[in-house]
């Protein structure tokens, strides 16, 4: 008989931050178990080492006696079971850092992330499990598990398990019914929240993302989780749930209301892509160490670029204003001179040491799999569109993927991959392998676009200065500070350094970001200026000579007179009636 394991996750005293946790196991059969606490989590790939917040690891029998512990590795603790065939382990974590990856306890809620928890029983993480939360009077627990006749939370396996973050405290729970299916809203913090409003667009974003997917919700019960407070940010994608963070002011003006629900769609595209449509080693997972996939720009490319699409499908936002989000990331793109570094693969494959550990040089040697995965999704889309007379589209490449390998659980491989993109999508998918995925080739995106009757136009920012630098800059208590120096711009020619204070140009004294910008407006390309700035401590000076202005806008507007295709396409793409 397998054994039968039940965690308890406990907020007795929230303001020292600490959760207690208890794992105990029956039916055990062998001379010793291994716990092991995961090193990451799954949709944020970075190693973050969770096991050094756990306190006071112990075990004993049911009846209280110890048992020996021995800690083999920094995440793995063995119990000495001395013949003794159940047990329980009991330990704390310390929880004080609120991000959607990880969590945090105070005297207002208890947040946690699975991973962060939960330790696993080596060698069984495919059995079934269950879950109690104890938490101080008052206080109410969501989380998107169903719960058996005694009030325990149960979950399928350990995957499951921690893949469903709870909110437990004094947060507002909204309802709402969406394709005949509950959903929820955790709703911690305040600010200028409308909750109608919210349960209305996030019905509203359910059954749009759900459309794509013929309408159809591949779960039983969804649970939001939405965190408000000061300069928050980020998601989370979980199998039934997510996890938001926005600032707590984020609801007006609408500009400011549109990111949260670019965030929501895109976070909740990820019930079909990421969570079910994934990559075949994302799933079941080896918490304790990295897990490389080329295919990220896949998962979070095609979804950041179907938030957009989906926000305009959904009638969120009008035709012009998602032109211009997509205008903003071609800008975006095309500002960073690492995209022409690094391939998309490697910015896969290298999320773990480089994406999630940006440096002051990562804007000139890499380049996001978010933002250029999403721009190859909208060549790819478009391209299919165009050689199909718009009989079929990158949606139709999500809904196979959907049916034939989410649906079934199954993960899939490159090679597999681009053997559908090629037969679903009836194009050549090779050249955008060698060019665009292995390759460092600019985007053609001026092509792509004019395939949907646009024209793409760059231009200098009116009013900004004519003269480039190639310096990124940031203020602090101390005045201007260089951020990042860019490839084979005039500062690095000058010897400029991320890091500098910069004092004074030409003699006089850099009193902010704004007068700097005010005297790059007086000069020209190819004349000299003068730089004073601290580096080290030390005072140094250091001449530049301007280049020419780097285009920093860009336009995508529709043709006068678009083609019939054209027409289609871009009416067909952007879900206009």
């Known amino acids: 008989m397998p054994p039968q394991i039940e965690y308890t996750i406990s907020m007795l005293r929230p303001e020292t931050h600490r959760f207690q946790l208890t794992v105990e196991v029956r039916e055990w059969e062998g001379a010793h178990a291994d716990l092991v606490l995961p090193a990451w989590t799954p949709g944020s790939y970075l190693i973050r080492e969770f096991a050094r917040h756990v306190e006071g690891f112990r075990a004993e029998t049911l009846d209280g006696a110890p048992l020996p512990v021995t800690r083999l590795s920094k995440a793995t603790w063995r119990v000495e079971m001395g013949g003794e065939r159940a047990f329980r382990a009991r330990y704390e974590v310390y929880a004080n850092e609120l991000t959607v990856r990880t969590s945090h306890l105070d005297a ?94 996030l019905k509203q974003v359910a059954e749009g993302v759900a459309e794509m997917f013929g309408s159809e919700l591949p779960y039983e019960r969804y649970l939001f989780i939405v965190h408000l407070g000061d300069r928050l940010s980020g998601g989370l994608e979980h199998r039934d749930s997510t996890t938001l963070a926005v600032d707590r002011w984020t609801f007006t003006p609408r500009s400011e209301y549109e990111k949260f629900l670019r965030l929501a769609v895109h976070e909740f595209f990820h019930v079909w892509n990421v969570k079910r449509i994934r990559p075949h080693n994302l799933g079941p997972f080896d918490y304790t160490q990295e897990v490389y996939t080329p295919l990220l720009w896949v998962m979070e490319g095609f979804t950041t670029y179907y938030d957009v699409i989906l926000l305009r499908r959904a009638g969120f936002i009008s035709e012009r204003r998602c032109l211009e989000m997509l205008a903003e990331r071609i800008g975006s793109y095309r500002q960073q001179p690492g995209r022409l570094v690094q391939s998309l693969e490697e910015s896969s494959l290298t999320a773990w040491t480089k994406f999630y550990r940006q440096d002051e040089n990562y804007i000139n040697t890499g380049i996001s799999y978010y933002v250029k995965g999403g721009l190859v999704a909208l060549m790819l889309d478009l391209e299919i569109r165009a050689r199909t007379e718009n009989r079929k589209s990158l949606d139709d490449v999500l809904r196979y993927l959907w049916q034939e390998c989410g649906r079934r659980d199954v993960g899939f491989t490159g090679e597999q991959f681009e053997q ?17 995925l292995r390759g460092v080739e600019e985007l053609p995106l001026e092509e792509a676009v004019e395939r949907a009757g646009l024209r793409l136009g760059s231009h200098v920012r009116e009013g900004g200065p004519r003269g480039w630098t190639g310096l990124l800059l940031k203020s602090d208590a101390g005045g201007v500070v260089v951020k990042n120096v860019l490839r084979d711009s005039p500062a690095e020619a000058g010897g400029l350094m991320a890091g500098d204070r910069l004092l004074a140009i030409d003699g006089y004294e850099i009193r902010d970001e704004k007068f700097l910008t005010a005297r790059l407006r007086e000069r020209e390309p190819g004349e000299s200026i003068t730089l004073h700035l601290f580096r080290y401590g030390l005072l140094m000076e250091r001449s530049i000579v301007l280049g020419e202005a780097m285009p920093d806008s860009v336009t995508l507007r529709p043709v006068e007179n678009p083609s019939p295709l054209q027409r289609r396409i871009y009416e067909s793409w952007l879900g206009r009636a």
């Open 420 to 436: 559908v993109v090629t037969r679903v999508g009836e194009i050549e998918f090779e050249p955008y392998l060698r060019r665009f």
């Open 108 to 201: 207002t809620h208890g947040y946690f992330n699975g991973t962060n928890v939960f330790t696993y029983l080596d060698g069984y993480k495919e059995q079934p499990v269950t879950l109690r939360i104890e938490a101080p009077e008052g206080w109410r627990a969501s989380i998107a598990l169903p719960q058996d006749e005694k009030g325990r939370y149960e979950a399928a396996n350990y995957d499951i398990l921690v893949d469903s973050p709870g909110e437990v405290g004094t947060h507002r729970v909204l309802h709402f019914e969406a394709l005949g299916k509950p959903h929820e809203v955790a709703l911690w913090g305040t600010g200028n929240e409308d909750e109608g409003a919210l349960r209305r667009d």
